[in-house]
């Protein structure tokens, strides 16, 4: 069996890998070989220098300055981000008048950035080449033989308050602080245009789906700085949904794309219920655009139509990989996977990987290597639109510090939505397991499993929450036909999230997992797939994966009956696209069935983040705090999403 030494690389993921094959053979692409003036990854240049983009009409070089005046600190900053002149010093315009134009472009987001922070009386003046901007000829032209010097000085002024707060028309009853109104309170742009979508929103979710703002006015008054706000809503008369008509699919069948959205002629409408249908949909991966239409003006029977309209993306994929860790060598691994098997977005995957190469003494002895293979069958809307029916068999080779097993498993199960956060499952598992560990070589299994499990999910984004939190609790009764022993696995997870600060750029973020094994007092008889490990990317970082662990006399890890792990980051946003995450981890795990905490390890670390479309790339350095005689003393992760 192979000892981890060193730091570790858990498999990256396969845009990870793609982008990380790209950086080394970017010398064999057009655009990227030595003529090339840089090469980007992901956005982060890297080689290269910045060239202004000189594709345009007459360009025109320009510097500038932005004095904010008294602005604090927060407000300063957000003037400085909303300048597009100022961050796009370094490009030129098109021609003197572009310049004007972007200028006064300038100063009308510049107003509106200090209307959002409530300041009604702030000035904004911005001069060019020394004049004001409103002085300027209709074609004015500018000395350039420099770049053409721009000004922007900004009096921000004091914060306005709310005062006088009407809510009209259909929304008369309703009370304007439960959106936020409240009179004293700063009067930001924001709060007043988001209180107004709330209140006709308020009203659609009472089924009113022609519900609009008729009027909204705002009234500042500049001797005792308060603002006046009235909103008026028209909303229409309460409406069930009408005929659900389906338009864009193919190859997917539109009863299919109608049944699974849920949405049914006689509904009651509702707002909410139109975004659930389509982000259930998107979730398919069956369609590259979803989008639910509603119809301007209610049926002759007073029903509102809805019309959902798609876009069929690729249902056909496949791909390759490539993975290496000091501590296991390399890795390839493919799949192949079709989205839409019979016409209803069944989905097939079908994926294999060897590990371990590099690592072998001999190289034509290719049995210690790792190998994975298994399919999977997913049948969403089985049943009933809220249920999905899942298969899959799997078998592998898995060699680990502890343990050597060869295991195939075989499993259907079928899980079910409550709500729109909660799922419960249930199912049938049989695995056959042949293990060599530290009670003997050889050990064989047969078992049988009733895994029974609930998920509540309310966070904000999965790969990058905010908010909300995620739970899950599993309970899985087995059976071992070989060893004729019952025993039953209760696990148990819970993750939370708590954002601060603008757009939340502070998040802490917390989770504990738990776990024990009840039913039969010999460890030896439960396969060691079954028993717990910690340590590694998903639990204490810092310690190789399934380092920590119950041992034996002549110190070999046996696994053990339970285990508590804890997870604490602090998730901070230096800028828009890049952040740090300091983190400690603890866990421990014992042979009783309740943890005794005799052997506590804790990992702490720093991670780097950067944000993509598809999640922000994760990569984090990690030390055990008390780290084994001869174990590790450092690792390295890297993947997409945040780790928990």
Known sequence: MRRPSGWTLPKLSLALRLGLLLSVASPLLPGTGPDAAAFELFGIRLFGEDEADRDIIDPLDYSITLDTGDADRALRKSLERTSLLLAEEDDPVSGDLGLVIKARDDRDRLIATLYENARYGGIVSVTIDGRDIDS???????????????????????????????????????????????????????????????????????????????????????????????????????????????????????????????????????????????????????????????????????????????????????GIGASYSSVDGGGIEGYWGHRNLFGQAESLRIEGSVRGLGELENVSDVSSLDYTAGITFIKPGAFVPSGTLEASIRGSTLETDFYDAATVTGKVAYSYELTDVDTVSAGVSLAYDSIDDAFGDDNEYLTFGVPIGYIRDTRDNRLNATEGHYGTVTLTPSYDFFGQTFFTSLEGSISAYLGFGEEDRFVLAGRLNAGTIVGTDDLSAIPATRRFFAGGGGSVRGYSFQEITPRNAADEGTGGRSYITANLEARIGITDAIGIVPFLDIGTVADNTVPDFNDIKMGAGVGLRYMTPFGPLRLDVAVPLDPYDGGSRYAIYAGIGQSF
Request: net charge negative; proline share 9%; charged share 25%.
């Open 136 to 318: 300027l000829p209709p074609n004015p032209t500018f000395d350039r033989s420099r770049p053409v010097p721009v000004s922007i000085t900004i009096q921000p002024g004091v914060p306005f308050t709310l005062g006088e707060i009407r809510l009209e028309g259909a929304a008369a009853g309703l009370d304007p602080t439960e959106f936020d109104l409240v009179p004293g309170e700063e009067a930001g742009s924001h709060k007043i245009l988001r209180a107004a979508e709330q209140v006709a929103e308020r009203l659609r979710e009472e089924g009113r789906p022609l519900t609009e703002v008729a009027r909204r006015e705002v009234v500042a008054n500049h001797e005792i700085k308060t603002v006046d706000v009235t909103i008026a809503v028209q909303a229409g008369p309460v409406a069930p949904l009408g005929p659900v008509t389906v338009k864009g699919a193919r190859a997917v069948d539109p009863g299919f794309v109608q049944y699974y959205s849920r949405l049914r002629a006689g509904q009651t409408y509702s707002p909410e219920q139109l975004r659930k249908a389509a982000e259930r949909l998107r979730e398919l991966s069956v369609f590259s655009s979803v989008t639910i239409n509603e119809a301007e003006e209610l049926d002759g029977d007073g029903s509102l139509p809805i019309g959902i309209v798609v876009s069929e993306g690729k249902h056909r994929y496949f």
